[in-house]
């Protein structure tokens, strides 16, 4: 296991990271989800010792991450949305004060990188489109050899066709399987094309943390008429009504003993957005 995390707590005065647990194996990618506020940047910057955790501990390839802290960042690239700091320094610049901070620096691969990227070295941060930016960062991130690489929204914001250039590459990226990814983001359509695994957190705590393909199989969408809503109304997880009738989220083995209603195979955005309904129904109608 490349990445374990135990019983994370972090606590502010309107907030609580409260026992935050989950794996992350070699060679896969974990997809981190849950709306934005429910804890996914506190966790990372937690599991990081970017903030103090009140509780839990964190291990990185079998040691403390905390209490070897500096030997195991130097195999975790971290990478917060696109790369926003010294913006009027060149390419070139940057990478010679980054390098000196990792031994394991390979300069074949960064260059390597830059020519795949299409990134001239002689351009300015602020002269990257947001998409360049972002690959800019993990050019950098990659370079020092990194296991583990810690994605904070990094396709937020992108195009389309920018998006599915960078899932191809982090696809490419766990091919050897000795390289991991801890993905966090809220566009849930990335991850239905990338992620091994799912872990979803809300308020604070997880709800679940399996495979990608045991966290859909345990929902179905189902649809029926007005009148058969109050007959299942407490099985629903969530429902939106509508001139026609409503379509709402189950539980797999309730959805299975639903007579009478249509019922679909359930993708991941969709479990999302009626998991986060806040009383878990939509009574207005459509």
Not at 212 to 239: C, H, M, N, Q, T
């Amino acid at each position: 296991m490349i990445l374990e995390v135990r019983n994370l707590k972090k606590r502010y005065p309107t907030f609580l990271l409260d026992d935050v647990s989950f794996d992350v194996e070699e060679g896969c990618i974990m997809g981190f989800i849950g709306r934005n506020g429910a804890g996914k940047t506190t966790t990372i910057k937690a599991i990081l010792n970017l903030i103090h955790a009140d509780g839990g501990q964190v291990r990185f390839d079998g040691r403390d991450l905390w209490a070897n802290e500096t030997a195991c960042k130097k195999k975790i690239g971290l990478v917060l949305g696109e790369f926003s700091y010294y913006r009027r320094k060149k390419l070139k610049t940057i990478a010679d004060v980054t390098k000196r901070f990792y031994a394991d620096w390979d300069e074949e691969l960064y260059q390597s990188l830059l020519t795949r990227f299409a990134l001239d070295p002689e351009k300015k941060v602020n002269e990257l489109s947001q998409g360049m930016r972002v690959k800019l960062a993990l050019a950098l991130a990659l370079s020092h050899h990194a296991k583990l690489l810690i994605l904070d929204e990094p396709t937020s914001g992108l195009d389309p066709v920018s998006r599915d250039e960078l899932l191809e590459l982090f696809r490419a990226i766990i091919e050897d399987g000795e390289h991991s990814i801890l993905f966090s983001t809220h566009i849930i359509s990335d991850l239905e094309k990338c992620a091994d695994y799912i872990t979803y957190i809300k308020n604070g705590s997880v709800l679940c943390s399996t495979d990608a393909d045991s966290f859909k199989d345990a929902y179905r969408l189902v649809s029926g008429e007005a009148d058969r809503l109050d007959r299942f109304r407490d099985r629903l997880i969530g429902y939106r009504a509508h001139a026609f009738g409503f379509t709402g989220l189950m539980r797999a083995e309730n959805a299975d003993a639903a007579e009478g209603l249509k019922v679909a195979p359930a993708d991941m955005e969709s479990i999302m957005i009626y998991t986060e309904k806040e009383d878990g129904h939509e009574r207005a109608a459509e």
